[in-house]
């Protein structure tokens, strides 16, 4: 799969990351993948179902993938939730 082809989803404005998809999908990319962790989840989800609701209708999901990630950080190891929503046309 190509980098460009990966919406990392942070703390930008939702619209931002539809704005990015759409564009993606317009420039005859087949398929997009949204990911995301922690409590950005949410987020994902949303920008998702903003993008086949309002502006994509022929968008479908191929695949959606739950995980868990172990991070090393200055407290120690820590568990964080990750998804990644595959959108194809």
Same mark, same amino acid.
């Given at each position: 799969?190509?980098?460009?082809?990966?919406?990392?989803?942070?703390?930008?404005?939702?619209?931002?990351?539809?704005?990015?998809?759409?564009?993606?999908?317009?420039?005859?990319?087949?398929?997009? !993948?949204?990911?995301?962790? @922690?409590?950005?989840?949410?987020?994902? %989800?949303?920008?998702? +179902? &903003? /993008?086949?609701?309002?502006?994509?209708?022929?968008?479908?999901?191929?695949?959606?993938?739950?995980? !868990?990630?172990?991070?090393? @950080?200055?407290?120690?190891?820590?568990? %964080?939730?990750?998804? +990644? &929503? /595959?959108?194809?046309?």
């Amino acid at each position: 799969m190509a980098e460009e082809n990966i919406i990392y989803v942070g703390k930008k404005p939702t619209m931002n990351y539809v704005l990015a998809i759409v564009t993606q999908f317009n420039n005859n990319v087949d398929h997009i !993948t949204i990911k995301a962790r @922690g409590k950005a989840i949410s987020k994902a %989800v949303d920008i998702a +179902e &903003i /993008t086949r609701r309002k502006f994509l209708h022929e968008a479908k999901y191929s695949a959606i993938k739950l995980d !868990t990630e172990l991070l090393k @950080g200055e407290r120690g190891e820590l568990n %964080v939730s990750s998804i +990644e &929503i /595959t959108l194809t046309r």
